[in-house]
Structure formats: C-alpha cells, structure tokens
C-alpha cells in the first residue's frame, strides 16, 4: 500500500467523497451543504481556482463561503505560475491528510475532470514541461500545431478538444520530448493505492434545458458583477501572458471584447454558447473516464435537500453487508 500521506482508505471513517459535474450544475452548493452535515471541509477541483484574481470568470467560492466551510486550493498561485496534475495530487494529498488529521470528512468538488482522475488512479510518466519547447509550440500556429498531431498521433487528434490551444501544445510537446504518440502515454494511468470505493463517487447531472438555462443565468450574474472589469484589471497583471489561465471560458471571450473584436452582447453570448459546450464535453468525459454513482438534480431542488440525498446514499451504502 501506498504509504503518502491522506491517501484514502475505504475502511476511514473520512474517507474522502468526491463531487463532480458540468459547471453551473450545482455541485458547489451541496458541498457547502455537506460539509455542514458532515464537518467535512472541501478540496476545490477545478484547474482555474487556484489563481489569485480570478473570482467572477470562475464562480470561484465568496469569502463567506469560504469562511463557513474550509477550502483548500484555492487562491494559492500568481498568474506568472504554471500548475498542472502532478502538482494538484501532490498538494490534495497534503489536504486530506490535514483534513483528515482534524477528524474532518474531505470533500473534493470541482468539474476538472483530469485531476479527479489523477488523484484516484495516478498519472502516466508523461515527462514534465519543457520551457523552451514550450515557447516554440506557443509561437507555432494553431493550424501547424494541429497538423502534426493528427499527423504524428491520430488517435489523439481524433478524441482532443480542438479549441483548447493548451491540450493541442502539451499533446504535441510530450511527442516531441517522447517521441512517442501522446495517446500511449495518457492510456498508462498508474495504479496510486488512491482509488475510492465508487460508493463515494457522485456525478450530478440535470436535464438539458434546465442545466441550460443555469448556465445563462449564471453567465448573465458573472457580467453584472463586473466580469468585463475584472479581465480588464487581470489583463494588466499580465493574464494574457498565462496561457492556461486564458483558457477560462470568460476572460478569453471578454478580453476579445476590450480589443474591439466583438460587442458586448456578442460577447456575453458567445461565452454562453462555450460553456453550454464545455459542460457537454465535462459530462461526456466524466461518463467515459470515472466510475460512479450520477444523481440527476430537478430543477426545484435546493442544495440542502440534493445534500441529503448525498448523505442518505453514504448512510444507506454504509449500513450494507460487504461480500465475502
């Protein structure tokens, strides 16, 4: 067994319960409310949370939140630093283990799907960045990028989201370093002694129009509380400069805005249309790569009562007799 620190274990009474899904589903609201049931303190999941002034493009949670339930990573890196899932299983573990040694319940929750699937079966031995590499490939064109993937590794041009510039370069940057096809190398998960028993895996999901429509809303409060300033302040902190943090449904849209390229009110409905996308593409993902238990939430449903339905599940899974 796997001697690192906060690894869970089944037999743990905190054991950690991990929360996923597409974003504006709800998730983060019933992990408040969990927490609360169960004193647990939650593990944000989510690749854009952990920069510092990225608040309203990211739903990031409210300092009374904050201060009502324990976060962890969130607010922990400059916009000048990089991160990646190496770096988010390294710094979950040390949660759980602090979690886990104030007798709390961790509770990880987010819609990264990559870093749940690093935390519970580890990752391949894909080598680490390489800088000067790296800003050759950021130099390239985006067309040049995605001819040699699908040139060199077809399997991966085929299944890559192609309007995320950042997977296309680190596809092509590990073939380059590796010499081998990235797909390869992704499919050779290591075992980490981290898996949890899919009893404690819950994905939320809703009905289409429903989930829809909270994602217009959500992106309609995110512009009336001062998206467009925000970027506006980021941009001049050199947001533009990290290539990863631009990815953030939001600030990329916005930031074509300012240049002149889009009004207002394209822009406002070209980052609904992206997130109602990239909420398509998080539940295909997660329905392909993690197993677990999918709770569809109705549209009437508070976070207290989709909360309960959590901890009525933990109860019930609990309370049944094991297999020899």
């Excluded at 324990?70 to 991160?83: A, G, M, R, V």
């Excluded at 429903?210 to 409060?221: G, K, M, S």
């Excluded at 947001?239 to 990329?252: D, H, P, S, V």
Aim: aromatic share 8%; charged share 30%; with cysteine.
């Amino acid at each position: 067994m796997n001697s690192e620190p906060g690894l869970p274990t089944s037999a743990s009474p905190f054991a950690p319960i991990f929360l996923a899904g597409p974003t504006a589903v709800g998730k983060s609201e019933i992990a408040l409310c969990l927490a609360g049931q169960l004193l647990g303190e939650i593990v944000s999941t989510d690749s854009m949370q952990v920069y510092r002034g990225l608040d309203i493009g990211t739903a990031k949670p409210s300092a009374a939140d904050r201060h009502r339930v324990p976060h962890h990573l969130i607010d922990i890196l400059d916009l000048t630093e990089s991160f990646d899932a190496a770096r988010f299983i390294r710094l979950a573990g040390q949660a759980v283990f602090e979690i886990q040694s104030r007798r709390r319940t961790p509770i990880f929750c987010g819609g990264t799907g990559l870093y749940f699937k690093a935390y519970l079966s580890g990752i391949g031995e894909a080598p680490p960045t390489d800088p000067g590499l790296r800003a050759e490939l950021e130099k390239t064109s985006f067309e040049s990028l995605l001819k040699e993937l699908r040139e060199k590794d077809s399997a991966t041009f085929e299944k890559i989201d192609k309007q995320n510039p950042r997977r296309v370069i680190r596809a092509v940057e590990v073939i380059r370093l590796t010499g081998k096809p990235f797909s390869s190398q992704r499919a050779e998960w290591r075992s980490s002694g981290q898996a949890a028993p899919p009893q404690r895996i819950y994905f939320f999901t809703r009905k289409p129009d429903d989930l829809n429509a909270r994602i217009n809303a959500r992106v309609d409060r995110m512009f009336a509380r001062g998206l467009v300033g925000e970027t506006r302040d980021l941009l001049e902190r050199d947001l533009a400069e990290n290539k990863t943090a631009m990815q953030a449904i939001g600030y990329r849209q916005v930031a074509e805005h300012l240049r002149g390229e889009y009004s207002l009110a394209e822009t406002i409905e070209r980052v609904k249309i992206r997130t109602r996308q990239f909420a398509k593409r998080q539940l295909t993902w997660f329905r392909r790569q993690l197993a677990g238990e999918w709770i569809e939430l109705k549209a009437d449903e508070s976070p207290e009562a989709g909360a309960q339905r959590i901890g009525e599940l933990l109860r019930r899974q609990t309370a049944e007799p094991k297999a020899d």
